[in-house]
């Protein structure tokens, strides 16, 4: 059974950095894709980066040059390094993964969710 746990979230002024966790049992990333997603009250979950078994990484245009994506294979674990962060980055932030197929950045293409960890970020 895949569980995907995420962590590191908290609340940060503008400009400040967050590092996100997703530490994933019962899958191991022999293929497919994991990746980071948000969804802020009152509008629908969106992507924010995906990272691919072979090193393909992805990012939402929102977050490009600020948002880093990254992997420690031997952890099972995937990071969301979130810098210069500003208030419309506040949102509830998921791990997902698939282990057969890469969804981009849509999140109806993913299988495996996580519970999600809160970012706010203040002006």
């Known amino acids: 059974q895949v569980q995907l746990v995420e962590s590191g979230g908290g609340s940060v002024q503008a400009g400040g950095s967050l590092r996100l966790s997703c530490a994933a049992s019962?899958?191991?990333?022999?293929?497919?894709?994991m990746g980071w997603f948000r969804q802020a009250p009152g509008k629908e979950r969106e992507g924010v980066a995906i990272?691919?078994?072979?090193?393909?990484?992805r990012y939402a245009d929102s977050v490009k040059g600020r948002f880093i994506i990254s992997k420690d294979n031997a952890k099972n674990t995937l990071y969301l390094q979130m810098n210069s962060l500003k208030p419309e980055d506040t949102a509830m932030y998921y791990c997902?993964?698939?282990?057969?197929?890469?969804?981009?950045?849509?999140?109806?293409?993913?299988?495996?969710w996580g519970q999600g960890t809160q970012v706010t970020v203040s002006s």
């Open positions: 019962g899958y191991t990333y022999g293929g497919g894709c």
């Open positions: 997902a993964a698939d282990p057969y197929k890469c969804g981009g950045l849509t999140p109806a293409w993913w299988t495996y």
């Open positions: 990272d691919s078994a072979g090193g393909y990484t």
